[in-house]
């Protein structure tokens, strides 16, 4: 049985440095991700039956880069340990299906950003997902209502 992870567990963690010789993983990168969980593991606590956005999955499948030259990133072993429980928290926490979930009418906070991580396919799946839902939302009677046009997207893809 997995002891499930809160944002309270994501907003305390704290990551040594690599051994020295070692650079580590790009700590805005895993920062960034961390950030992501945190959001995720607080929506499932303040709405128990929302649908899941983040899965174990992506978690596991997302790949961080190293620090810039000259510098200590955070300890891989660390990262690794605290994502894979992150990731078994995500996975089974209790879900409820998304084939129709409520649509969201409005434009998204100014300068709003998100980065993802994740392997080449998982990004695939996930623009198709953003693709159809922005098209759903977009031709919607609450968003013709309300004036709102499907949202720009803008992926950057880093080798």
Known sequence: MVVQMTA???RQIR???PPIGKRGYNVQQVDD???LIEAELTRREQ???ASGQLSGAVIRETLFGKPG???RGYH???VDAF???AAASLDTAPKRSVTD???VVGPAAPGAQTTLYASANTVQLVIAMVQAESERLASSPEAAAAGAAAPAVVIYQVD
């Open 8 to 10: 309270n567990d994501v």
């Open 15 to 17: 990551f040594g440095t």
């Open 33 to 35: 991700l961390l950030d």
């Open 47 to 49: 709405h128990p039956s």
């Open 69 to 71: 030259f000259g510098k």
């Open 76 to 78: 891989e072993d660390e």
């Open 83 to 85: 994502l894979e429980w």
């Open 101 to 103: 979930p409520a649509p």
